[in-house]
């Protein structure tokens, strides 16, 4: 069965420090991995997905097979990146496309 | 709509009573989920519709809960005789096409059993 960890309940930070959100998963096939984030008082949303490849508001994330890893990184935090965190692993099959969510992180950014 | 619709936001219920949880979608979206989220935990995926067709309701925990999307639109989530357990945040979400991962969340029941 999938499976996502996030080992860390609550991460601080200074502002302007780099920032990693860790994630390791656990899937027999070939995965599919997502982060999305919720600020206070607002939904939670997409933030990036790994078959982008992309850079959304300075976040990376690289998967690591070896690792069976999705950390999220950011070079310098910024106090309107405190939110929560959800690493998600996607699985398909008999006609499902379900994410399996890790407890997710909290981000706390101290200016 | 603009996006995904939830009500009511909050449900207050008594232990036996039964609830009934609305979601909206974005128009045309064909994929429609239902998560529980209790507190301090991440969502966990309940049943998945593709338009009108529950394809997967592996992960509703017990035959007290329903959920139907009749006319491939709005949905509806129905827990019978509630339990204190089933406190949580109920969180609907749908995306365009099948196989999109890039869901739209809606802002999501909070149902507390008492």
């Known amino acids: 069965a999938q499976r996502v960890t996030q080992p860390e309940k609550l991460l601080s930070v200074f502002k302007g420090a780099p920032v990693e959100l860790k994630c390791n998963y656990s899937y027999s096939g070939s995965p599919e991995l997502f982060w999305y984030v919720q600020y206070s008082r607002q939904r939670l949303q997409l933030l990036l997905r790994h078959i982008s490849r992309e850079s959304i508001k300075g976040f990376t994330a690289d998967l690591n097979k070896g690792e069976t890893s999705f950390h999220l990184k950011k070079p310098f935090a910024q106090e309107e990146d405190s939110a929560m965190y959800y690493c998600a692993l996607a699985s398909s099959g008999a006609g499902s496309y379900q994410l399996t969510f890790g407890k997710g992180t909290k981000l706390s950014v101290i200016p | 709509g603009a996006g995904v619709s939830q009500s009511p936001r909050y449900k207050v219920a008594k232990r036996g009573q039964d609830v009934a949880l609305r979601c909206d979608p974005i128009?045309?979206?064909?994929?429609l989920f239902w998560y529980q989220q209790a507190l301090g935990q991440g969502p966990e995926f309940l049943t998945y519709f593709q338009n009108e067709a529950q394809l997967d309701k592996s992960g509703l925990p017990s035959d007290r809960f329903f959920a139907e999307r009749p006319e491939g639109s709005v949905s509806t989530l129905k827990i019978q005789r509630t339990q204190q357990e089933d406190s949580a945040v109920y969180l609907c979400?749908?995306?365009?096409?099948?196989?999109?991962?890039?869901?739209?969340f809606g802002s999501g029941t909070r149902l507390t059993v008492v």
């Open positions: 128009s045309g979206h064909v994929s």
């Open positions: 979400a749908s995306s365009r096409g099948v196989g999109d991962y890039g869901y739209t």
